[in-house]
């Protein structure tokens, strides 16, 4: 998963329907889980707030595509 977050997240530096803020909130997230999940096996206090950080950067990357998504790109006309 962390993988595609990062290539989604690089993906999206390429794209100008998003802002590069989110785009680098991703690259950021799926880095540190990434790390995070590479050295599992070392039990340290700054691994942990390490996949913390990660995970608080993930969920706002998710709620920040979302929202992106979610907004309309072209105002339609009012007919009346």
Same mark, same amino acid.
């Given at each position: +998963?962390?993988?595609?977050? /990062?290539?989604?997240?690089?993906?999206?530096?390429?794209?100008?329907?998003?802002?590069? +803020?989110?785009?680098?909130?991703?690259?950021?997230? $799926?880095?540190? /889980?990434?790390?995070?999940?590479?050295? +599992?096996?070392?039990?340290?206090?700054?691994?942990?707030?390490?996949?913390?950080? $990660?995970?608080?950067?993930? /969920?706002?990357?998710?709620?920040?595509?979302?929202?992106?998504?979610?907004?309309?790109?072209?105002?339609?006309?009012?007919?009346?």
């Amino acid at each position: +998963e962390m993988t595609t977050v /990062l290539i989604f997240s690089v993906l999206l530096l390429w794209n100008n329907s998003f802002p590069r +803020e989110i785009a680098y909130i991703g690259i950021l997230a $799926g880095t540190f /889980l990434l790390i995070g999940d590479f050295t +599992e096996s070392i039990h340290s206090r700054s691994i942990a707030i390490l996949i913390a950080i $990660g995970y608080i950067l993930l /969920l706002t990357w998710y709620l920040c595509v979302g929202i992106q998504l979610l907004r309309p790109k072209y105002h339609l006309p009012n007919v009346s």
